[in-house]
């Protein structure tokens, strides 16, 4: 399986402090994306960062990519209780000319107000 | 535009029994996919389809069929539920621009008995 891992599995933070997640993944890739995920919902996509680029800003998240290592970073900055959710990275995998991507385990994050 | 929906919100089967679940999308998407997600894991896909009339097997096809008759619709059919088929499923689609995300839809949890 070409399953990426999220780490932590959980983390829980006081609102106002900093997020840092981790995704790795273990083929290589076109790009990665990271999704959210509340609680009884679908996915919503956050940020995809191409794999010829190392770090991507959008608001409060940021995202680094490092190819050699096969690892990204999802980092929020001054949590909110609102950003209390999951969240998974996805990658693609390239088969047959058509384009499926596969996700982590995900990453539970818990901002306590 | 109502992007990407799901019906129904919620069922629950006996062992043996079949069912279809549907995904509708207004985005005029080429690409579908159904996943399923069960608790501590990420999503698994279970089929996809690059365009109408096209269907191909995912991570996980086994005990499903799909069809898709319409470019709008994505249909997954379980022929004779099992207790392992119990989860919260997922359709999502996208467009055939690279790289692109994957709009979900809001999910249908499947119990089976």
């Known amino acids: 399986s070409q399953q990426g891992e999220e780490d932590p599995q959980a983390l829980s933070i006081q609102e106002g402090e900093n997020a840092t997640m981790n995704c790795s993944y273990k083929?290589?890739?076109?790009?990665l994306q990271w999704y959210r995920q509340n609680s009884g919902r679908g996915l919503v996509h956050l940020i995809l960062?191409?794999?010829?680029?190392r770090e991507k800003h959008s608001g409060r998240l940021r995202v680094t990519l490092d190819t050699s290592k096969k690892s990204s970073s999802l980092l929020i900055t001054a949590s909110r209780a609102a950003d209390t959710a999951s969240y998974f990275c996805?990658?693609?995998?390239?088969?047959?000319?058509?384009?499926?991507?596969?996700f982590g385990t995900g990453t539970r994050l818990k901002v306590l107000a | 535009n109502a992007g990407v929906t799901q019906t129904p919100k919620f069922r629950v089967l006996k062992t043996g029994q079949s069912m279809t679940l549907l995904c509708a999308q207004d985005?005029?998407?080429?690409?579908m996919y159904w996943y399923r997600q069960d608790p501590g894991m990420g999503l698994r896909l279970i089929h996809y389809?690059?365009?109408?009339?096209?269907?191909a097997k995912g991570e996980v096809p086994d005990g499903y069929n799909v069809s898709r008759l319409k470019k709008q619709n994505f249909l997954l059919g379980l022929e004779s539920a099992a207790p392992s088929q119990t989860s919260v499923y997922f359709c999502?689609?996208?467009?055939?621009?690279?790289?692109?995300?994957?709009?979900f839809g809001p999910g249908t949890r499947l119990t089976v008995l």
């Open positions: 999502a689609s996208r467009g055939l621009a690279f790289p692109d995300t994957q709009y």
């Open positions: 083929t290589s890739i076109n790009n």
């Open positions: 960062i191409r794999s010829n680029e």
């Open positions: 996805a990658t693609d995998a390239r088969d047959s000319g058509t384009y499926k991507y596969i």
């Open positions: 985005m005029n998407h080429e690409y």
């Open positions: 389809s690059v365009g109408e009339g096209t269907t």
